[in-house]
């Protein structure tokens, strides 16, 4: 069993930046691949980002290349989501996911068997 945990959440003004962190546990990190996904009220969750943990290959979803980043620290067992110039429908709960056996990426949630609680970042106009 894998336990996330997501911090760095918050309020932020129109064009500013946030750094998200997902701290995982387990042994096993570096083999998982690890996703971000959001969901604002009353929307479906939706695919941001992920990377994997062996060749450390990355996608973003198409709203945030540019602005989004994603990185991982496979010594402290963290994945982290650089948000840059922010925009208020970026406003959503943030969720850490993941799945192991270096499993390709994917961009739905079925994909993923593990989740964190998730962060609530609020982007004001």
């Known amino acids: 069993q894998v336990q996330l945990v997501e911090s760095g959440g918050g309020l932020v003004q129109a064009g500013g930046s946030l750094r998200l962190s997902c701290a995982a546990s387990?042994?096993?990190?570096?083999?998982?691949?690890m996703g971000w996904f959001r969901q604002a009220p009353g929307k479906e969750r939706e695919f941001v980002a992920a990377?994997?943990?062996?060749?450390?290959?990355?996608a973003f979803a198409d709203f945030v290349k540019g602005r989004f980043t994603i990185s991982r620290d496979n010594a402290k067992n963290t994945v982290y989501l650089q948000m840059n110039r922010l925009k208020p429908e970026d406003t959503a709960v943030y969720l850490c996911?993941?799945?192991?056996?270096?499993?390709?990426?994917?961009?739905?949630?079925?994909?993923?068997?593990?989740w964190g609680q998730g962060t609530q970042v609020t982007v004001s106009s």
């Open positions: 387990g042994r096993t990190f570096s083999s998982y691949t």
């Open positions: 990377i994997r943990g062996s060749l450390g290959s990355i």
């Open positions: 996911a993941a799945v192991g056996g270096y499993r390709a990426i994917v961009a739905v949630t079925q994909g993923y068997d593990y």
